[in-house]
């Protein structure tokens, strides 16, 4: 194990830049001053730094591989790597992907080396938002990984899969950090409240029903409720009692609203829009609300959510009930001539409509069938009977001939072959038996039977 060294804060790219063992100063906010400093202080992400588990295994045991912390904002992302970096004698150089570039890189890498050669211990590379690097900026620093120049640790809210290049994640360890629950923020809150050396001492008392509040709206991010502590201490110290008392009301004046984690380009994105269609084709039309509402109040664009309900209406409500393709358009045009926010009316409307309309994916199976056969026959000549004869020779070549036109039949229903010789005979539509489309198959197998008229 390399001797431990007090490390020199980098004089670079970021003025935030520290080692692991800086404290920060007295007048930084309440959830800088409060970072653990160990895996002890450490709360949540128990299924990563748990004793037993990988990662601590792997920093025990002094064999670190580079790693990608993947989660939330305010899960401690930042916090693991110093306390990873400490853990293992290693000089920490943070880096931040927005204002960091190609030449940072380069100067981190030149010093860690300068510090292998000294014996000054190795470096943990610390690059906090890792997805904002694009692929040039991954690829210079991927060298120095793969010799061990440096052990990198990236923090990302982005799914490492789609923003980190892959042949620097496959010299990774992939880490997802969970969103934080709300005893775990509520443990940190009052680790702050009780430590006199960092925290907030016994300055302040805070109602329990204001402390539970503050940790269900933190939205699982600690940064948040630590600092919004800080500010519902100090409105409570404002009015001059000589010990603070701080209600649930000053805890909404610090929070003021709720915050939404959500990227319009990001994880959030995709996995909202994925639990919405999966209530509406569930049809539970509760849950479709929650996450419609969700979506919107988190600034989605609304001619998105619009669109994927047109699509379902055709994908999974289908021709069990037609009316709700009618429906789910008239909503887009709804949408698209009143706007937000009274826009919700119909798009709460078109959700309800379809969570409760009977299901049948008949439409997307039956044209996937055709789909595959069209790939196989795609040359098939269209038998003569269906083709269009419109010259004396197409006449003559057999064109139309023996053609029996639907409407010269009972019922305006005729038997005769649609299909290219080699696909004679096969069945694409498979109907269900729900809704509309239910009713249509009863009359069709039964032309006798009074189904169509219901």
Not at 116 to 135: A, C, M, P, Q
Not at 196 to 212: F, T, Y
């Amino acid at each position: 194990m390399p001797r431990k060294v007090t490390p020199k804060p980098p004089p670079m790219f970021d003025p935030q830049s520290a080692s692991a063992d800086d404290a920060p100063h007295a007048t930084a906010p309440l959830a800088a001053r409060m970072r653990p400093r160990s895996f002890d202080e450490y709360v949540g992400q128990e299924h990563v730094v748990g004793e037993g588990k990988l990662l601590r295994k792997l920093v025990e045991s002094g064999n670190l591989p580079s790693v990608i912390l993947w989660g939330p904002p305010g899960t401690g992302k930042t916090t693991l790597a110093r306390i990873i970096a400490r853990s293992t004698d290693a000089v920490f150089v943070p880096i931040s992907a927005v204002s960091a570039g190609v030449a940072d890189l380069r100067k981190a890498v030149a010093e860690a080396r300068d510090r292998l050669k000294s014996g000054d211990g190795r470096t943990v590379l610390f690059i906090d938002e890792i997805h904002r690097f694009n692929k040039a900026q991954q690829d210079a620093i991927l060298p120095y990984v793969e010799d061990g120049t440096v052990t990198l640790i990236g923090a990302t809210t982005e799914n490492p899969s789609f923003e980190v290049i892959g042949p620097l994640l496959s010299r990774s360890r992939v880490f997802a950090l969970k969103m934080l629950e709300p005893e775990h923020i509520e443990r940190i809150l009052r680790s702050a409240l009780t430590d006199s050396e960092r925290g907030l001492g016994s300055a302040s008392d805070v109602d329990d029903d204001a402390l539970s509040a503050l940790a269900a709206s933190a939205g699982g991010d600690a940064r948040i409720a630590l600092n919004a502590l800080e500010s519902a201490v100090a409105f409570a110290g404002a009015r001059g009692d000589t010990k603070a008392r701080v209600s649930k009301a000053d805890v909404e004046e610090a929070l003021q609203h709720r915050t939404y984690l959500y990227d319009k380009k990001g994880d959030a994105h995709y996995d909202t829009i994925s639990a919405f269609i999966k209530s509406l084709r569930g049809s539970d039309p509760d849950a479709s609300l929650y996450w419609l509402a969700r979506m919107i109040e988190a600034g989605e664009d609304p001619m998105f959510i619009v669109r994927r309900m047109v699509i379902l209406a055709s994908e999974d409500v289908g021709l069990a009930d037609p009316m709700a393709m009618v429906v789910a358009t008239a909503c887009q045009q709804s949408v698209h001539f009143i706007g937000l926010p009274e826009g919700f009316f119909p798009m709460a409307e078109c959700a309800l409509y379809l969570a409760l309309a009977p299901k049948s994916n008949s439409v997307g199976s039956s044209y996937g069938a055709a789909m595959r056969d069209v790939e196989s026959t795609r040359n098939d000549p269209v038998p003569l009977h269906l083709r269009n004869a419109v010259t004396g020779m197409m006449r003559e070549m057999g064109y139309g001939r023996g053609y029996r036109s639907a409407h010269d039949y009972a019922g305006g229903v005729v038997e005769q072959q649609h299909l290219p010789d080699k696909l004679a005979g096969r069945t694409y539509y498979r109907a269900r038996d729900l809704g509309w489309e239910g009713r249509r198959k009863r009359e069709r197998d039964d032309p006798k039977s009074d189904a169509g008229s219901s």
